[in-house]
Nanobody, 126 residues
Framework: QVQLVESGGGLVQAGDSLTLSCVAS????????MGWFRQAPGQDREFVAA???????TAFANSVKGQFGISRDYVRTAWLEMHRLKPEDTAVYYC????????????????????WGKGTQVTVSS
């Protein structure tokens, strides 16, 4: 079973930066499209960003475009770089993996992903 573990969340002030990481339990991680989603209390799960298996293609939600970055290595790790954080960025952030090619799925849809981490809390104070 593929397991994904997120880390790096915490409490920050508005305007700060924070980087989240996602580590997979197997080295076939390098074959997966990887995505980040977030969910605030009482809200639906929201797409944040995604990156293709080779790192050559990325996608971002309009709400974070120009603010967040996504990257990966070719072993087991993906990162979400968050800058100029705002209180509305407060949420549990989840890492997700899909074992299909970037061009065979819609990376902004949560049901495209078969593997999920348990999430890490990001809280941004005013």
């Amino acid at each position: 079973q593929v397991q994904l573990v997120e880390s790096g969340g915490g409490l920050v002030q508005a305007g700060d930066s924070l980087t989240l990481s996602c580590v997979a339990s197997v080295n076939t991680f390098n074959q997966y499209t990887m995505g980040w989603f977030r969910q605030a209390p009482g809200q639906d799960r929201e797409f944040v960003a995604a990156i293709s298996s080779n790192g050559g293609n990325t996608a971002f939600a309009n709400s974070v475009k120009g603010q967040f970055g996504i990257s990966r290595d070719y072993v087991r790790t993906a990162w979400l770089e968050m800058h100029r954080l705002k209180p509305e960025d407060t949420a549990v952030y989840y890492c997700a993996g899909a074992d299909r090619d970037w061009f065979s799925l819609s990376p902004h849809l949560w049901d495209a992903y078969g593997y999920w981490g348990k999430g890490t809390q990001v809280t941004v104070s005013s």
